[in-house]
């Protein structure tokens, strides 16, 4: 099959484009014909090559899978072949205290396909069986593929973690991203007032056309003062961030009292400026969010299937420019989720 893969850590020129085995399910799992790869911010960090990792070799990146199940391993009655699906990106032992609690995203062996194990950046791919999901038949391939990753951290983030209210303020930084544009629609939809931040004033446009009541030009505005002149100097009672660094900081400057910030990453900086005094002075909750659980996927997919929520592709390439794919995403010209098929 034609892969992208790499043997390497490094920068998007380690990614090679040519030939791997073909896959081949065992017990248990699928065989899926990928018809398209969205791409996530982890990949890039997984080429770069993260602390204590070690990704099968070579290895093939891609989390967020829509495609077509071809064949299936001993023991899977559940499926089809020639169905389509949606593959659940996130893999789990399933039977730990956690995953029996329903916090799959909590186990000590979780990880997400294209990770360690290799995903979906090739024409097939196997995974388990139990992570094909019903296919969200309004979408095309390529909207399904932008879906599973971003709309399941940004639910746990807003719904999961913060107990988002409706008529609260809600802060969504980096609305051009794929969890901040689906954060934007997911805090909209729970009828919460969304302030979005982005980089450009066209992406602060586009934010307001996925419902962000007002938005901030983060390039060349102060974060925390815009927030404060917004909400008649109250501030804003969640701060959805994923960022880090000085952003972070400003995302703490621009809680209410008694405000929530979750964060589910450092794309900028992992070390911070924190003032004790203003944590526990303003009544603060700061958070840090893992991924999501599955049955969060499948409540968000209800919402997807229905409309009231919208996959953002911003661009769609062929698997061969997949190196073009990851530099458009590092000199954050994106706006939603780049997206690959083969």
Not at 123 to 150: D, G, H
Not at 221 to 235: F, Y
Not at 261 to 288: E, P, Q, R, Y
Request: hydrophobic share 45%; glycine share 12%; with cysteine.
């Amino acid at each position: 099959m034609k892969a992208v893969f790499f043997e390497s850590f490094g920068g998007p020129e380690v990614l090679q484009y040519g030939t791997r085995p073909d896959p081949v399910p065992r017990a248990g799992e699928a065989l899926v014909r990928v018809r398209a790869c969205g791409i996530n911010h982890l990949d890039l960090w997984v080429r770069r090559g993260l602390p204590g990792l070690s990704p099968e070799m070579p290895h093939v990146l891609g989390n967020d899978i829509a495609g077509e199940v071809v064949a299936l391993g001993d023991g899977v009655s559940h499926l089809k072949t020639g169905q389509r699906t949606l593959v659940l990106p996130t893999l789990s032992c399933g039977v730990c205290h956690a995953c029996m609690n329903g916090d799959d995203n909590l186990c000590r062996q979780y990880d997400v396909l294209g990770r360690g194990r290799n995903g979906g950046y090739a024409e097939f791919v196997v995974v388990p069986a139990v992570n094909c999901l019903p296919y969200p038949e309004r979408l095309s391939y390529e909207q399904a593929a932008a879906a599973p990753l971003v709309f399941l951290t940004a639910w746990h983030m807003l719904v999961g973690r913060a107990h988002v209210q409706a008529g609260e303020d809600v802060l969504v930084i980096g609305a051009g991203s794929g969890v901040g544009s689906a954060a934007v629609q997911i805090a909209r939809m729970l009828d919460a007032r969304v302030i979005a931040t982005a980089g450009t004033a066209a992406k602060c446009e586009r934010a307001r056309t996925l419902g962000a009541h007002a938005t901030i030009d983060h390039s060349s505005e102060d974060i925390a003062a815009r927030v404060k002149a917004l909400t008649a100097k109250k501030g804003a009672e969640v701060v959805i961030e994923h960022v880090g660094g000085r952003v972070f900081e400003a995302g703490v400057a621009a809680l209410a009292r008694n405000g929530r910030l979750v964060t589910c990453g450092a794309t900028i900086g992992a070390k911070v400026n924190l003032d004790i005094n203003v944590l526990f002075g303003k009544h603060l909750s700061l958070m840090g969010s893992w991924m999501g659980r599955r049955a969060e996927l499948a409540d968000v997919l209800q919402h997807i299937a229905s409309g009231a929520l919208e996959p953002v592709v911003d661009t769609v390439l062929p698997l061969a420019q997949a190196r073009q794919a990851h530099e458009r995403i590092e000199a954050r010209e994106h706006f939603g989720k780049v997206v690959l098929v083969p």
